[in-house]
């Protein structure tokens, strides 16, 4: 079941909790490393699980079905990821073997305000197909106002806002987490805070997060952290800020301002938390580097746009200009992952498709080479490199900052999408914890078990105590790490020996079993 409760208050002192007595269990994991998910050191012992629950941890009776010797492996509670996108793909892909392979064993889709608007519909498809990771979900801000108004940039009527209101309301009562908001993308990213606030209030009313991919991560980054937080104030509720960064040459270090003013906040008796991919670079749709305005409408709209040579210079105008005030020349940085109608681009940077397309890379060619890709209509995915190693370091240690992938369920060797849907917890294990030692092993785990089953209200999951759901993860410390590149992005994590989702044993040997004992985990 599914409760508010205050961030941290599943920390629990460490008992060693004896199998009771006559109990059958299914599952021994003996010789183990244990890493409760608390941030506590690991200890030695066993985990026992019996009817998908954990029934004995640290010392138990020395029988089961099944026993598997850990071999001093570590074992941590599955992860969850707080941030997914996993709509349009988990019919398709129910075993989420990029997820499930990776140790994640539920994830938290609907966020950057797009999610399914019939949340009911969605649970109940999820539960009669079957899935292999538990899924919960937020309900989408952009969702619901573009089934109420489109993607018309105006403020709404009072009898719109009241039929969003609705719509967000009955995504809470469906079991949704809480609300996201996407507030650079259309339509969202033409909604007032007073309106965001509006329908916060609503998800609050049901104990809800408010999870908000803000509405700019780069010079005036300082000012979204800061509307985001005004929402949860105003609504009286906690706040998620979805993949925390610095975007841009020109922000590069400002990490310290950003997490200097959730500090602050938190200090203030602000309940606000950030989520992170561990990359330097982000994924989402080309169209991001045209102005709001030249959106709006929808496709047929940008194409009457361009067709004016007056709106369209300005659109060139203003695209230069942020070239220019984030210090980049041009659109080198921008690498192709998706592009539906011409698989050749992927892969490719902007200046290589413009070479292509136009017979030449320079500025003006990469900018009509951009503008033809968006206004053809349909989504061209890309990868952006524009972060900096040292921010991503700063933000990992910050208390408040759990893992999260913002990725979707690839068709393994399809397309060229970002590694991280492929690497991130293991990377984080591999990379930040054994090589860099950026932050320990034991609050890794925790900014992926215990502090994100907190903040999404997850009271049965998240740390290795009796009675719990048995979603636990065993790998090797010394093996574990991500194999995903930018180029080769399609590669399975390494280092996970076994996964257990509620309680049945869905990763043998690094392999996914292909059972699908997820559950959908609703806000009670």
């Known amino acids: ?3 508010n409760h205050l961030l941290g208050c599943v920390i629990l002192l460490i008992g060693l909790v004896p199998v009771v007595d006559g109990q059958t269990l299914d599952v021994l994991i003996t010789n183990a490393r244990i890493v409760d998910g608390t941030g506590n050191p690991w200890f030695n012992g066993s985990i026992g699980i019996a009817e998908g629950k954990i029934a004995c941890v640290g010392k138990c009776r020395n029988d089961a079905k099944l026993i598997i010797d850990a071999d001093q492996q570590i074992v941590s509670p599955g992860f969850i990821d707080v941030h997914g996108h996993i709509e349009s793909s988990i019919r398709s892909r129910p075993e989420a073997r990029n997820f499930v392979q990776g140790g994640v064993t539920s994830i938290i889709t609907g966020n950057c305000g797009g999610s399914s608007l019939h949340l009911e519909e969605f649970f109940h498809e999820l539960r009669d197909s079957g899935i292999s990771i538990n899924v919960a979900s937020l309900i989408g801000h952009n969702t619901v106002r573009r089934a109420v108004m489109g993607a018309s940039d105006r403020m709404p009527t009072a009898s719109e806002l009241d039929s969003m209101q609705r719509l967000v309301d009955r995504g809470m009562r469906d079991g949704a987490v809480g609300l996201s908001t996407g507030l650079i993308y259309v339509p969202g990213t033409y909604a007032t805070t007073e309106e965001v606030v509006t329908l916060a209030k609503v998800a609050a009313q049901y104990g809800g997060v408010y999870a908000s991919h803000i509405r700019n991560e780069s010079d005036k980054v300082l000012d979204a952290i800061t509307e985001a937080v005004e929402v949860g104030k105003q609504a009286q509720m906690p706040v998620e800020i979805s993949h925390f960064k610095v975007s841009g040459r020109h922000m590069w270090s400002q990490s310290t301002a950003t997490l200097g003013l959730v500090e602050r906040f938190r200090s203030e008796g602000m309940d606000v938390t950030v989520d992170q991919y561990p990359y330097t670079a982000s994924s989402t749709t080309l169209a991001i580097l045209l102005p709001s305005w030249a959106l709006a409408g929808g496709s047929d709209s940008l194409k009457t746009r361009l067709a004016s040579p007056k709106l369209k210079a300005a659109i060139i105008a203003e695209m230069k200009e942020d070239l220019e005030r984030s210090e980049t020349a041009d659109y080198t940085y921008c690498a192709v992952s998706n592009c539906p109608w011409e698989k050749s681009y992927n892969g490719l940077r902007i200046s290589e498709v413009s070479q292509k397309m136009m017979g030449s890379d320079d500025l003006d060619s990469q900018i009509e080479t951009v503008l033809k890709l968006v206004s053809e209509g349909r989504r061209v995915q890309m990868v952006f490199h524009k972060m900096n190693e040292e921010d991503v370091q700063r933000i990992m240690q910050a208390p408040f900052t759990m893992i999260a992938s913002d990725a979707g369920i690839p068709q393994y060797g399809i397309n060229v999408p970002h590694p991280r ?3 991130t917890n293991t990377r984080v294990l591999g990379r930040y914890v054994r090589e860099l030692g950026a932050v320990t092993l034991e609050d890794a785990i925790r900014k992926m078990t215990s502090l994100p089953a907190s903040r999404f209200f997850l009271e049965d999951r998240g740390l290795i105590r009796t009675g719990l759901a048995a979603d636990l993860v065993v790998f090797d410390p010394a093996t574990v790490g991500d194999q995903a590149t930018y180029e080769a992005p399609h590669a399975y994590a390494k280092g996970i020996s ?27």
């Open 421 to 423: 849907a492929y690497g």
């Open 498 to 524: 076994y996964v257990f989702i509620n309680g049945e044993l869905t990763v043998k040997e690094g392999m996914h079993t292909g059972v699908r004992a997820g559950q959908v985990l609703m806000k009670q």
């Open 1 to 3: 079941m599914l409760k």
